[in-house]
């Protein structure tokens, strides 16, 4: 509930306080006095979008300051408590504009943003006009008045949309996958195969290059140390020492005569077995160093085609092996494709059946709140002279979405035998207030949580009209708070609270004022609305009986 509303320069207003309290508050006034300036300057504190300038003529800075109570389980309390505020009982909205444009706001004494405004505006305050496409008038609002009026619970479908998106992000990035395989298919089997027949292991390509300039030393080597035994076997040394061992011996059997040979026989004999063991050691060398030419050709060619492998797919040749596990894996991948796209799709099958079983049951249920609610429409236009027209309350099927697949429009037939079209279409301003005002209090009987504003819903009725319109929007305010701006005496005269807008002109400045008016202030108020600018006794006593004195 608005509690109180102070305003200072704000355009012809210098210095303004007001409390409002529970029921029908009403604002009378002539035109021109600054009622619409009293609704300017509640919607600039709560962050709605209205005049550029509003400061008044030589003020540095105007300023509005809301008060509003809070029931214990009003909605504003968790926006403030998600902004990371207190959860109090009162909410104070302060907002400044400057003389330069520049605009400042406070919650609850703490700076906020002018989305935190609109944030609690939503569930503070309803603003309702002929021209209003804040409320009842916005087709894109009416399903969720709808859906506010037959208390759905939409969390499960919002749930089914959620899951349904889910699924279908799956399938799409499975499809995709299985597309970029696809597309790398043939690379991938190819190199696969060339890697699993090459089958090469970590360490190998080392190994191989060890043993292949292992090898090829060897050739070099083996060369030299068989000339090495060449020159000292049977063609060399030891055939030669072997004739003079031989020649030696056979000198000293045939001659006695000859003496000392004994040494170098002796010498010869110790040189022949060391030169044999040298030749056998030799041998041994030659028979550690022999190699099959073959065997390093075959050696040269498996590493040079795990190198040639390794720079084909650009990694190290100790890499080989875990990148053609990779390979394999996505070869997999590509093979069990089939078996996942078709998991995912039933997955989406039975998402998308959830949403549809849940959405057609919202749809359900819309179709008879819109039953329900046009029964109630009626009840509610025949006392405000509309008994002939019909509202109609309409459901067409749209793309689906997290509310449902419902298109809803409240349309109207003013007149038997006209079609029906949209509400603000086909309605005129005077029935188009009253279809409001009884749209308003069917939808909100059991919703008295925001204060309701009212700019001149009763232009255009009189009479008994302007009485039942009266009449409803006190019904309205029960439980509740209900300002209406009005220039219907009958509804002014069922005001619970009434106050008067007028212009006074100070030392040269004109200034609007608000007065709250007594009870004899009220027939004077309600007579000049009867009368006009010459209040006779007549509208006086007319004012009298409206107010039921």
């Excluded at 069990?336 to 057609?360: C, H, N, R, W």
């Excluded at 037939?413 to 005002?437: H, K, W």
Aim: hydrophobic fraction near 45%.
């Amino acid at each position: 509930m608005l509690r109180a509303l102070d305003i200072r320069d704000m355009l012809i207003i210098d210095n303004l306080s007001l409390a409002f309290e529970p029921g029908l508050n009403v604002l009378t006034g002539e035109t021109g006095a600054g009622k619409s300036i009293l609704l300017d300057s509640l919607g600039f504190v709560l962050g709605w979008r209205g005049r550029a300038e509003l400061v008044r003529q030589g003020a540095e800075q105007g300023e509005v300051t809301a008060v509003f109570d809070l029931a214990p389980a009003h909605p504003a309390r968790a926006i403030l408590v998600d902004a990371g505020m207190e959860n109090t009982s009162e909410v104070i909205l302060r907002r400044v504009n400057y003389a330069d444009g520049r605009k400042s706001a406070w919650v609850n004494e703490r700076r906020a943003s002018g989305e935190l405004l609109r944030a609690l505006s939503d569930q503070l305050v309803e603003l309702h006009g002929q021209q209003d496409d804040r409320g009842l008038l916005n087709p894109r609002g009416h399903r969720a008045l709808l859906d506010d009026f037959a208390k759905l619970d939409l969390s499960a479908c919002r749930a089914a949309w959620a899951e349904q998106g889910r699924a279908q992000k799956a399938l799409d990035s499975a499809h995709a996958e299985v597309a970029k395989l696809t597309a790398e298919e043939e690379y991938l089997r190819n190199a696969v195969a060339e890697l699993v027949q090459l089958n090469p292991q970590a360490g190998e390509e080392a190994s191989l290059d060890t043993r292949r300039r292992h090898m090829q030393a060897a050739g070099k080597l083996r060369g030299e140390i068989a000339r090495a035994l060449v020159l000292i076997s049977d063609q060399g040394a030891d055939m030669m020492m072997g004739d003079a061992l031989r020649r030696l011996e056979g000198v000293a059997i045939q001659s006695d005569s000859i003496t000392g040979l004994e040494v170098p026989i002796a010498g010869l004999g110790r040189a022949m077995t060391e030169l044999g063991e040298a030749i056998d050691s030799i041998e041994c060398q030659l028979a550690a160093l022999d190699f099959d030419p073959q065997d390093l050709e075959h050696l040269e060619e498996r590493l040079f085609a795990i190198r040639a492998l390794a720079r084909k797919h650009n990694v190290l040749p100790d890499d080989l092996g875990p990148f053609a596990d990779r390979l394999c894996a996505r070869l997999n991948a590509l093979d069990d494709s089939t078996k996942g796209v078709a998991s995912l799709s039933q997955i989406l099958a039975s998402a998308e059946a959830t949403y549809t079983q849940e959405a057609d049951a919202l749809t359900v249920a819309r179709k008879a709140a819109a039953k329900r609610l046009d029964d109630a429409m009626v009840g509610e236009l025949a006392p405000l002279k509309m008994e002939r027209a019909i509202f109609e309350t309409t459901l067409t099927a749209q793309d689906p979405g997290p509310d449902g697949q419902d298109l809803v429009a409240f349309c109207v037939v003013t007149n038997p035998g006209t079609p029906s079209g949209a509400l603000n279409r086909i309605a005129s301003g005077g029935e188009l207030s009253r279809f409001l005002l009884a749209l308003k209090v069917c939808l909100t009987r059991e919703n008295p949580r925001v204060t309701m504003i009212f700019d001149e819903i009763d232009r255009g009725v009189g009479g008994a009209t302007a009485d039942a319109v009266g009449r409803r929007l006190a019904s309205l305010a029960q439980g509740g708070q209900v300002l209406v701006v009005t220039h219907s005496p009958q509804v002014a005269a069922l005001g619970t609270h009434h106050w008067r807008v007028e212009k006074k002109v100070k030392a040269g400045m004109t200034l609007s004022t608000v007065t709250p008016l007594d009870q004899n202030a009220r027939i004077e108020e309600i007579a000049r609305m009867l009368a006009g600018d010459t209040i006779t006794q007549a509208a006086r006593d007319a004012a009298s009986a409206l107010l039921g004195d």
